[in-house]
């Protein structure tokens, strides 16, 4: 036992699932999209092992200036844009593709003075209300980002779904069709779905995809599993037992006492807690694969630790292996026992969780 938890990275899964992607989205072109860490998966490694993306998408200024440093030379699209002149120039020194969505960013650009040389997104919000112009104020804002840029410079159009994980909802059909009269006429490239535009029920069109969750092999869809979109999980986080210990019946374990052995119970501790990212909302019962076997979570999530019931299993000691997800445990259901999203636990894997990335020969 060399080391208690870590997070390893499978690089030929995270390519599998961008061939995966690029079959359900004939012909689009794949932004890989690694904001936050690549959904806590590594950024930079995550980047290096995505070289078959077409682009890489960040959402702060900051990581598309690492991803640049550590030699990618991709083109890297900003998700939110610049928000001062600095902002701007460091973006244009980067060579940073700009997403421009409200008129404060038109602005800043037109006080640079000269075009901005790499393509630039204009995003309409068709209904999601967070960031883009909204569809009667789109028509002005591209008409003055047109006549900053030079004629030959690609302004291209996007916009962001709010609900295309829902298979009944209309919010989809309305989005599309906001987009599509918005930009009735005028020539670009698109970019429209996300994961769920990709994978869900509604077809969503565009020369761009712009993937996330999905590239990291968790299902964008409620009532799919990744296995059957065809996505392999990319992490699997892992650690070990610390102790076997045996907790006699009506005694409790952990804080709060929240659980108490109906018999005699043999618990292994586990070294991982809400210090690594686990959440700590995890109720007993939860499902943690032990030595590949699944076996319920008992009593409140620690900082370092946890406690499992491993009476079903025949050998388990110091040092023999836990999954809390990853391959036949996915984190799609983990997140479900703790009233959330995958993102959300992928993205909360702390730092001291060292991330190990395997397979990068594999293509
Ligand atoms: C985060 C993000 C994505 C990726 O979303 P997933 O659901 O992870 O596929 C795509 N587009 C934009 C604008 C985003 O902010």
Redesign the pocket.
Known sequence: MSRLIRAVIDAGALRHNVEVIRARAPGARV?A?V?ANA?GHGLVQTALALHSADAF?V?RLEEGVRLREQGVRAPIVL?EGIFSPEQLREARAQRLEL?VHDALQVELLAAAGEPHREPLWI?IDTGMNR?GFRPEAFRAAYERLRALQPASSEIRL?T?LAAADDPVGHMTGEQLERFAAATRGIAGER?I??????FGAVAVAGQWV??????YGAS?LPQRTAAELGLRPVMRLETSVIVVRQVPRGETVGYGATWRAERDTRVAIVAVGYGDGLPRSLPSGTPVCVAGRRVPLVGRVSMDMIAVDVSTLESVSVGTPVMLWGEGLPVEEVAGWAGTIP?ELLCSVSERVPLEIAGSAAA
């Open positions: 932004m999209v904001k959904y998408a959402a998700l997403v995003k960031l996007m962001h970019s779905a996300n994961s769920a535009g990709i712009r993937p996330g969750l999905a590239l964008p993102y």
